[in-house]
């Protein structure tokens, strides 16, 4: 799990691995969904970072970036930090 957060994290790191961005989005989809998770996420960069790739040009990317922020509106304790981060109307362009 340790890696897929090292590669998200640094974007420099993340663009070198292009291929391996859909993956590991669709790999952090998936961690999303666990509760225990869920909050050490948003409190996280990834939270910013996948608000980013809602701008990406790939649909995959975009699907997946969706999802992600989804998973972490279904748990109550994220909703003051998603509103703090923006997500909401980052939301509503896409």
């Known amino acids: 799990m340790n890696i897929y957060f ?10 070198s691995f292009l291929q391996v961005k ?3 989005l669709n790999t952090l989809f998936n961690l999303s969904v666990d509760e225990k998770l869920q909050v050490k996420i948003a409190k ?14 790939d649909m995959q990317v975009k699907e997946a970036a ?4 989804a998973n972490l ?20 362009r896409h």
Do not use: Q, R
């Not at 509106?73 to 509503?92: R, T, Y």
């Open 6 to 15: 090292v590669c998200v994290e640094n974007e420099n790191i993340w663009n």
């Open 22 to 24: 859909v993956p590991s």
């Open 44 to 57: 996280s960069d990834l939270l910013l970072l996948t608000m980013k790739y809602l701008d990406d040009e």
């Open 66 to 69: 969706g999802g992600i922020l």
């Open 73 to 92: 509106a279904f748990s109550h304790a994220n909703h003051d930090i998603m509103v703090e981060a923006g997500v909401i109307p980052k939301l509503v």
